[in-house]
């Protein structure tokens, strides 16, 4: 019940709710996009962090060009490869709201360190 309003009102109108905010950058249930490198980028982190994040700038198949996390050590991604895209996004890094998938099209796992 909203404070203020009267019954009459409450009854013709029903109760207020509240529109709660898409926060996908993809789109409204849009889980994974398909995109295309356009070029590889390093970002760096806000204040108290300074490691350099690597991401990509990725063309979407929905036609956004956006900037994407790498996650994990080292990557082979050049111009031109095909990455899966999900949203998620970097804390401390200004402007990256989505991630590349792991182990889908041309980028491959991570690769285990041997001694």
Not at 10 to 37: D, I, M, S
Not at 41 to 54: D, E
Request: charged share 30%; with cysteine; net charge positive.
């Amino acid at each position: 019940m909203r404070l203020g309003s009267s019954l009459r009102r409450l009854h013709e109108l029903g109760p207020f709710k509240r529109e709660k905010k898409n926060k996908n950058p993809l789109g409204f249930g849009v889980p994974f996009a398909k995109g295309v490198v356009l070029k590889t980028v390093i970002r760096k982190p806000k204040k108290p962090n300074s490691a350099n994040r690597k991401c990509v700038v990725v063309r979407l198949s929905s036609g956004k060009e956006m900037v994407a996390f790498i996650p994990g050590e080292g990557h082979n991604l050049q111009e031109h490869n095909v990455v899966l895209c999900r949203p998620g996004k970097i804390k401390d890094t200004p402007g990256v709201k989505i991630r590349c998938v792991r182990g889908k099209y041309d980028l491959p796992h991570v690769v285990k360190k041997t001694d």
